[in-house]
């Protein structure tokens, strides 16, 4: 019996009881429960919806993900430290994208300084997507949707959750426990930055974590934060979480580069936010970003692993030549990227070729629009699609996005804990597999690759944000 039926029988009230009484019964845990999922009745909380059972996925495809994420730790570190390679892409983009030329201008003045950055790390989720390879035979493929290096949220999260249904499955139905795969997405984040913090050598200087203005991820940082002071050496660490306005009006340089919060020397800069244009609102906010760019600070991530994760280079990798450049003709590399890419096109490509342009007109919703750069809320599809198609063209900024064929995967039902009610939902999900490099002078001293993510949405939606409340944090049993 699947996961799925035997929830079926299992009485909504006491589901709702269990819920309960695992968040007020794990102490370590229930902070970050009734922060972050909201289960008692604090109006002032913006509740995570989650899963109330784990999701099934594919072992081997699961598997794959995992071994593919030391190729793209890889592809992501050549882009980073490889000028060249990356403007061959971003020179497309950077005439027709204020805030890319922006960003590019800045890594210019940064390179020019007499003095850099101890260490430059990056924390990389990869997101991928089943596509259903035919609704009579069940086979799946995975796709490649995203590959993220700046703000990556959910880590602490996603490790809770996959508790959360360990305990849950334990009481319930223990013979799926063993299905349930280890997740060390929250050890990787917390290893990666203490690390950061240690290569910077002074255990007085503390760690920033630059939030955006109006934050609702607290629970998953302040965990972030709880894991870095349990595991440090020094009692006496000092983390701080700060708005770029906040930079602005309280941090400096001095002549050696060296960064201060205050009176307090800073060692390393964590960003959760500051990957779009509406973060530089002013030019004070610019100028504190420039500032903590051009400092001996370590980044997490630096801008040029930033600018690595723009959506452009997603379009790239269909190239095979790029892929050679990148991989140095190491054909499993090759292989392995060029099996997870699905057929995308730049909108001129579409425009020059009838065929593809038919498809588009009579089958829109078998296309995604996305923007070339870093930034969620951007993809389009269907009508909405054929019409903001319309209007790209209409002010030749063509160039600014790009079409991909859109990915059907599985769909399923689930018992979603919402708002401290039990609804059923009919989801989909997409898996984020995590990574993370550090180098110094250039060179990679640090990568890893572990952990998981899965968020899954209602199958309706073209997107399922978290903070939007459109999509549920959830864990999955390996089938």
């Known amino acids: 019996m699947s996961i799925e039926q035997w929830m079926k029988n299992l009485d909504r009230n006491e ?75 971003l020179e497309k983009f950077i005439d027709c994208d ?23 790390t990056c924390i990389i989720r990869t997101d991928y997507m089943l596509q259903e390879m035919s609704q009579f035979v069940k086979r799946t493929k995975l796709r ?50 203490l690390e950061s913090w240690k290569i910077y050598d002074n255990p007085k200087a503390m760690i920033l974590f630059v939030i955006p203005e109006r934050e609702f991820n607290i629970g998953d940082q302040m965990l972030i934060e709880q894991g870095l002071l349990s595991r440090c050496d020094h009692p006496s660490l000092l983390i701080k979480h700060v708005t770029l306005i ?20 800073v060692a390393l800069v964590y960003y959760r936010t500051a990957y779009d244009p509406k973060h530089f609102y ?25 600018l690595a994760g723009m959506k452009c280079f997603q379009l790239a990798l269909t190239e095979e030549s790029f892929l050679k450049e990148v991989f140095n003709e190491e054909q499993e590399f090759i292989d392995d990227v060029t099996d997870i890419t699905e057929e995308m096109f730049t909108i001129e490509q579409a425009m020059n070729d009838p065929v593809v342009q038919q498809r588009i007109l009579e089958h829109p919703e078998c296309f995604y629009l996305k923007q070339s750069r870093e930034g969620g809320g951007n993809v389009y599809c269907g009508e909405m699609l054929k019409e903001r198609l319309n209007e790209i063209v209409e002010k030749n900024d063509s ?17 979603i804990c919402s708002k401290g009610s039990i609804i059923e939902r009919q989801i989909n999900s997409e898996l984020g597999i995590f990574g993370s490099l550090i180098t110094q002078n250039g060179k990679l001293v640090s990568e890893r690759s572990g952990g998981y993510l899965l968020r899954s949405k209602p199958s309706s939606n073209i997107e399922g944000g978290i903070a939007s409340g459109q999509g549920y944090i959830d864990s999955i049993y390996l089938v």
């Open 98 to 120: 204020p805030f890319i030329k922006r960003l590019r201008e800045i890594y210019d003045h940064i390179q020019q300084l007499p003095y850099q950055s101890v260490a430059e």
């Open 246 to 265: 906040e930079i602005s009006r309280c941090c400096s340089l001095n002549s050696k580069g060296i960064l201060f919060f205050r009176e307090f020397e």
């Open 399 to 415: 160039k600014r996005y790009f079409l991909m064929s859109r990915i059907s995967p599985p769909i399923r039902p689930s018992l």
């Open 282 to 306: 002013n030019e004070d906010i610019w100028q504190a970003y420039i500032m903590l760019e051009s400092s001996c600070a370590v980044k997490c991530p630096s801008l040029r692993y930033h």
């Open 144 to 193: 490649l949707i995203e590959i993220n290096t700046i703000a990556i949220g959910l880590g602490a999260a996603a490790k809770v959750m996959r508790e959360w249904h360990k305990i849950f499955l334990t009481k319930i139905q223990s013979d799926f426990v063993s299905q349930l795969p280890k997740n060390e997405s929250h050890d990787l984040v917390i290893e990666s930055l």
């Open 15 to 89: 589901l709702n009881c269990e819920c309960q009484r695992w968040a007020f019964a794990h102490g370590k845990c229930v902070s970050f429960v009734q922060r972050c999922f909201a289960l008692n009745d604090d109006s002032n909380v913006i509740p995570y919806p989650f899963t109330i059972y784990p999701s099934p996925y594919p072992r081997n495809e699961y598997e794959r993900a995992c071994r593919i994420q030391s190729a793209i730790n890889r592809l992501v570190y050549r882009l980073a430290f490889d000028i060249q390679m990356m403007d061959s892409v």
